[in-house]
Each structure stands twice: as structure tokens, then as C-alpha cells.
């Protein structure tokens, strides 16, 4: 797989979560993908900061959009070789300090994403 595919996967994530566009960003998804957020571990302790699948994913991005209305992502680089893309950007909600975040996503040799990994303070 060449870089500019994980690139493209990030980008178009970005442009799903920032419509809070559940859907979009589902569909980026492989059906077994798991992710770990440190968030996750702070609100669902029981997780151990996992969920995997895609009703999992559903029910935690739509609990942030719910609660987070004004959630954005504001991305500052992106690293990408052939399976991978590291993205680095800027959490913004309103009223909350600006949190900076790294997040890992692994491509499947379909391109959809099979893992990502959420890194911050």
C-alpha cells in the first residue's frame, strides 16, 4: 500500500468528524476495527479505553457529538507510510481548553481502517 492512501483515509476522516457525520465516518471502518481512546478509559472505565466494532464506535462518537456540539478537529501534520497514518491535530470545544491529540489509524489491505489509537495529557 503507498502513503498517499493512508493520507487520504485521514483526510477523509477529518472531514466526517467534523460534520459529525456518524455515517461517513463508520463507513471508513473496517467491521471488526477497534479503538482506544484515554477518553474512553475516563467515561466508560469498564472498556479499559477499548471498543471494538462498529456499533461500539456508533455509540461512542454519537455520544460525543451529542454532548459535544461544538467538537472540532483542527489537524497540524500528518505522517504516513504504507499502512498507517499518525495524525496530529487540536481538540476544540467550546468552553474547554484546546487539547493537542495524536491518534494512530491502521489500514486493512482494503484501506478501511482496522485499529486506531488515541494519544494525549
Known sequence: ???ERPLEAA???FAAFNAHDLEALLALYAEDARHFSP???VRRPETGGWVQGKEALRD???DAFERLP???YEPTRLIADGTAVFMEY??????EADLRVGEVLEL???GR??????YHG
Open 108 to 110: 486493512a489491505a482494503d
Open 60 to 62: 461512542w462518537w454519537r
Open 113 to 118: 481502517i482496522a485499529a486506531s489509537r488515541v
Open 70 to 72: 461544538s467538537l472540532h
Open 39 to 41: 477518553k474512553l478509559l
Open 11 to 13: 483526510r477523509s476522516w
Open 90 to 95: 487540536v481538540r476544540h470545544v467550546q468552553g
Open 1 to 3: 500500500m503507498h502513503a
